[in-house]
C-alpha cells in the first residue's frame, strides 16, 4: 500500500493513544522504565529475505534474544497483535538471561503470567503487557524471551529487520534452557522479531529519561553486525554509560521506512506511527529524527517489488513532514534532535534531482533553528563533502553504513545535546 502525500502533512488524522505507563499500570511503588523496544510492522511478503511472519505459528516456540539498555530489580515485556484481525493465543512464555545461542542460563528462567495467569489472549490489534517478575539485570545485558503457541496464530504482528537471530522449535519448548530443540532460525539472513514489542525494567529509582532514535534502515541497523550490536543507537547506549550518564536508547528504526507514506514492505509512514513509537514509550525525553532518503530516493526510477512504490515528493513537503514531528514532540514534553539526511550518490537510488532535495532539508535543518538541535550524520559520514559516504564506512551499496559508519554516527552525537 502506498500514497501520494499532500502538503503540508498532518499528524491530525492518527488516533491519539494513551501513554505506555497509562495504559499498562502496575500496582506498588515500581517505576518503569523502557529498556528496549521495537516498532511492530504488519506481515507482508518479504523479497529482501524469508520470514515466519506470514505463515505465523502452530504448536511452536519462539525464542527471542534482546540487549536491554536499562537494568533494574524486575522485568515484563509487552506483545502486539497490532495487526492481527483476530485475538491472538499465547500459550506461555518465559524469560532469563541469555547464555549463548538459544540457550538460557537456567537459574535465571522466570515464567511470565499475564493477570496472573501462564497464558493470555492479546486482543485484535491489541497490546498487552506482563505481570512484573523478579530478575536483577544490568544494562547492555542480553535477555532471552520464549513464546510458546500451542493454536495457529495466523500472520504475525512482527518487525522485519532484526539483525538478531531469532530460534524456532517444534512443539513446547519455552521453559527449556537449552537449545537443543531450536534448531530452526531466521538465519543466515538478518532476522526478525516476532510479537515482542518492548521490554521494561523497574528498580529503586528511575533513570534519566530515555533517548528514542527514529528512521529507517539507517537506524534499524541494516549493515551492522548480526547479532553483533553495533548499530549506531547501540553505541550511543554504550557511550552514555561509559560517560557515567546511563540512560536508555530506544531503536524505533524500520527499514525502508518512509516519513509521508506507508510502503508494503517499510510500514507505516513516520508521520502516522510516531506517537505510538515514540510518545507511547514510558518516560522518553529524546527523540533523534532520521528519515527522508526513502521518500526521495523513490522519487524516480523506483526499484521494482513491494515497498518500491513511486512516491513523489518535494523538499517543502519533507520539511512539513518534519515540522509534524516536531510539533507532536514538543507537545509531549520531548526535546527534538534533527539527523540531517544522509549522502547516498552511488546507490541504486540516488539522482540528481534527489541530491538537490536532501541538500535543501539539510539547509533547513541546519539554519532554521526549528528542531531543539541538530545532529549531523551527513558530515559524520561524508567528512570530506563528497556527496558520498566515505568507502571505509558503508556497506558496498554507498547508502548502509557498517559497523565503522554506525561507530562515526554514534560519535557524532553530542551527549550533552541530549538533554535530561
Request: glycine share 10%.
Amino acid at each position: 500500500m502506498s500514497s501520494t502525500p499532500s502538503s503540508p502533512p498532518v499528524l491530525a488524522h492518527v488516533t491519539p493513544a494513551p501513554t505506555a505507563e497509562a495504559m499498562f499500570p502496575t500496582s506498588g511503588p515500581a517505576v518503569w522504565q523502557g529498556a528496549w523496544t521495537t516498532p511492530v510492522m504488519r506481515p507482508s511478503a518479504a523479497p529482501w529475505f524469508e520470514t515466519w511472519a506470514e505463515q505465523g505459528f502452530t504448536d511452536q516456540s519462539l525464542r527471542q534474544v534482546v540487549r536491554v539498555h536499562s537494568g533494574g530489580t524486575q522485568v515484563r515485556i509487552r506483545l502486539s497483535n497490532a495487526y492481527g484481525p483476530t485475538p491472538l493465543h499465547l500459550t506461555g512464555a518465559t524469560i532469563g538471561r541469555t547464555a549463548t545461542s538459544a540457550a538460557v542460563h537456567p537459574d535465571t528462567m522466570r515464567t511470565l503470567r499475564f493477570a496472573g495467569s501462564t497464558s493470555t489472549t492479546v486482543p485484535a490489534k491489541g497490546r498487552i503487557v506482563s505481570d512484573p517478575v523478579t530478575l536483577p539485570t544490568e544494562p547492555l545485558e542480553r535477555l532471552t524471551v520464549s513464546l510458546y503457541f500451542k493454536e495457529a496464530t495466523g500472520p504475525a504482528t512482527y518487525h522485519q529487520l532484526s539483525m538478531t537471530t531469532t530460534y524456532r522449535a517444534a512443539g513446547d519448548h519455552h521453559r527449556d534452557p537449552s537449545a537443543t530443540a531450536y534448531t530452526d532460525m531466521v538465519q543466515p539472513a538478518y532476522g526478525s522479531w516476532y510479537y515482542l514489542e518492548g521490554v521494561e525494567t523497574s528498580g529503586k529509582h528511575r533513570l534519566p529519561r530515555a533517548v528514542v532514535t527514529f528512521g529507517d534502515s539507517l537506524t534499524d541497523g541494516f549493515g551492522a553486525t548480526i547479532d553483533g550490536d553495533d548499530r549506531y543507537p547501540d553505541i550511543l547506549a554504550q557511550r552514555l554509560l561509559a560517560a557515567g550518564r546511563p540512560r536508555p536508547v530506544l531503536n524505533a528504526g524500520i527499514g525502508s521506512n518512509k516519513l509521508l507514506s506507508d510502503s508494503a514492505l517499510g510500514g507505516d509512514a513516520g508521520i502516522a506511527r510516531f506517537t505510538r513509537d515514540v510518545l507511547d514509550q514510558p518516560n522518553v525525553g529524546a527523540v533523534i529524527v532520521l528519515m527522508g532518503v526513502n521518500d526521495i530516493q523513490q522519487t524516480e526510477a523506483p526499484a521494482p517489488g513491494p515497498g518500491h512504490e513511486a512516491t513523489p515528493v518535494t523538499a517543502q513537503q519533507l520539511i512539513d513532514g518534519h515540522r509534524t514531528l516536531i510539533r507532536a514532540a514538543h507537545a509531549g514534553g520531548v526535546r527534538a534532535i534533527g539527523a540531517t539526511l544522509i549522502p547516498y550518490r552511488g546507490a541504486a537510488g540516488w539522482s540528481a534531482a534527489g541530491e538537490v532535495i536532501r541538500a535543501q532539508v539539510n539547509q533547513w535543518m541546519r539554519t532554521s533553528g526549528e528542531y531543539d538541535t541538530v545532529v549531523d550524520f551527513a558530515c559524520a559520514l561524508d567528512p570530506d563533502g563528497t556527496g558520498s559516504i566515505r568507502k571505509d564506512l558503508h556497506t558496498g551499496d554507498n547508502i548502509h553504513p557498517n559497523p565503522a559508519g554506525y561507530q562515526a554516527m554514534a560519535d557524532a552525537i553530542d551527549l550533552a545535546a541530549l538533554g535530561r
